[in-house]
C-alpha cells in the first residue's frame, strides 16, 4: 500500500507472481507519501481504511477506455473492485476517505462517484465532519495531543 489512492497490487501466481503499482481512477485521497508535502488531513485515516479494506484480499482490476492505460509515472490506471458488485474507489468516496477526482476527461463512474461525493459531503461522513477537516484536506494533519 502506498497510499489511499495508489497501492501495489501482485498479480498472477507462482513463478508468474509481479507486482504492479495501480493508481486508482476516480478517486484522489490526502497525501501521506508525497515529500514535496506535508501529510495532508485525513490522510493517515484513508491510509488505514485503504489497508483494511484491501490486504491480503483478491481484487479485480478494470481499466477504462475512456483513460490512458498508464499515467505519466507508469502506474497501472484501474478501478478496484473487492467484488462483483462492491467498488473500492466508489466506497472510498461515498465514505469520506476520497474526493472524487477526474484526471483530464470524464470517465465511466464520474456521475456515481460525485453522487457519492456528495452524499458524504452532506451526511459530514469522513474528512467532511467538521470535526476532522470539514472537507480540507490540502491542509497539513493535525499532530497528535
Not at 508468474?16 to 493508481?23: C, E, G, K, P
Not at 484480499?57 to 477506455?65: F, H, I, K
Request: glycine share 8%; with cysteine.
Amino acid at each position: 500500500m502506498v497510499d489511499g489512492d495508489t497501492l501495489k497490487v501482485r498479480r498472477g501466481s507462482g513463478s508468474a507472481t509481479a507486482t504492479v503499482t495501480v493508481r486508482v481512477l476516480g478517486i484522489d485521497t490526502p497525501e501521506t507519501h508525497d515529500p514535496r508535502k506535508p501529510v495532508q488531513c485525513y490522510g493517515p485515516q484513508a491510509a488505514a481504511r485503504a489497508v483494511s479494506l484491501l490486504t491480503g484480499r483478491t481484487v479485480w482490476l478494470a481499466g477504462d477506455p475512456s483513460q490512458d492505460r498508464h499515467d505519466k509515472y507508469g502506474r497501472e490506471l484501474d478501478y478496484i473492485w473487492l467484488s462483483a458488485t462492491t467498488s473500492y474507489d466508489w466506497l472510498m468516496v461515498h465514505d469520506g476517505f476520497a474526493h472524487e477526482y477526474t484526471y483530464r476527461t470524464p470517465y465511466r463512474y464520474q456521475r456515481l462517484f460525485r453522487l457519492a461525493q456528495a452524499d458524504a459531503h452532506g451526511a459530514s461522513r469522513g474528512f467532511w465532519s467538521p470535526a476532522t477537516c470539514g472537507g480540507d484536506t490540502l491542509r497539513p494533519a493535525r499532530s497528535p495531543p
